[in-house]
T-cell receptor, first 109, second 116 residues
Framework: TQLLEQSPQFLSIQEGENLTVYCNSS?????LQWYRQEPGEGPVLLVT?????EVKKLKRLTFQFGDARKDSSLHITAAQPGDTGLYLC?????????FGTGTSLTVIP | GAVVSQHPSWVICKSGTSVKIECRSL??????MFWYRQFPKQSLMLMAT?????????EQGVEKDKFLINHASLTLSTLTVTSAHPEDSSFYIC????????????FGNGTRLTVT
């Protein structure tokens, strides 16, 4: 079961551009995590957001949890080729751990 | 810390044979382990959740007799793909967590299974 729709599904941009990835659901979550996965590897945790309206910054990455705790966004400023990967959001839903549909990002040098 | 080792990293097997994939938490005890399947450029699909010493909880549509999961200790879980067919070819990833709530998942590097 994938409770979260991510958009866009694929994104290809030039180095230096900005981008935003969205994670949307009709359900309310107590918290949400963002992961990044590089080809041939397992996902790695980027951030956990807990409070509605919360904004967290991780260098050039800005994460926001919606006020109603149903959606989240990830904004990357001045994208670099090293940002290339699959970005996944994952809500906290008890003991199961489901992921969103994913956004595959390619940053072209 | 929090390293998860998955083995093998890739395997090729003939149709009809069985393949076992191991997932070990090297420096922590994993109360819960998760098994995912992933197709190219797509997200991870949860197959099953396993807690040490108890039967795994399979997601809807996942055949428990085909994908056997054993979580015999707090550091080891195995996934056995029985009577493999070409459509079982995929990337299988395990993950583990030490607790509940906000504790993150720690992932293995996955196993690329190709069934010929």
């Amino acid at each position: 079961t994938q409770l979260l729709e991510q958009s866009p599904q694929f994104l290809s941009i030039q180095e230096g551009e900005n981008l935003t990835v969205y994670c949307n659901s009709s359900s309310v979550f107590s918290s949400l995590q963002w992961y990044r996965q590089e080809p041939g590897e397992g996902p790695v945790l980027l951030v956990t957001v807990v409070t509605g309206g919360e904004v967290k910054k991780l260098k050039r990455l800005t994460f926001q949890f919606g006020d109603a705790r149903k959606d989240s966004s990830l904004h990357i400023t001045a994208a670099q080729p090293g940002d290339t990967g699959l970005y996944l959001c994952a809500p906290h839903t008890g003991n199961q751990f489901y992921f969103g549909t994913g956004t595959s990002l390619t940053v072209i040098p | 810390g929090a390293v998860v080792s998955q083995h093998p990293s890739w395997v090729i097997c003939k149709s009809g044979t069985s393949v076992k994939i191991e997932c070990r938490s090297l420096d922590f005890q994993a109360t819960t382990m998760f098994w995912y399947r992933q197709f190219p450029k797509q997200s991870l699909m949860l197959m099953a959740t396993s807690n040490e010493g108890s039967k795994a909880t399979y997601e809807q549509g996942v055949e428990k007799d085909k994908f056997l999961i054993n979580h015999a200790s707090l550091t080891l879980s195995t996934l056995t793909v029985t009577s493999a067919h070409p459509e079982d070819s995929s990337f299988y990833i395990c993950s583990a967590r030490t607790g509940t709530g906000l504790s993150p998942l720690h992932f293995g590097n996955g196993t690329r299974l190709t069934v010929t």
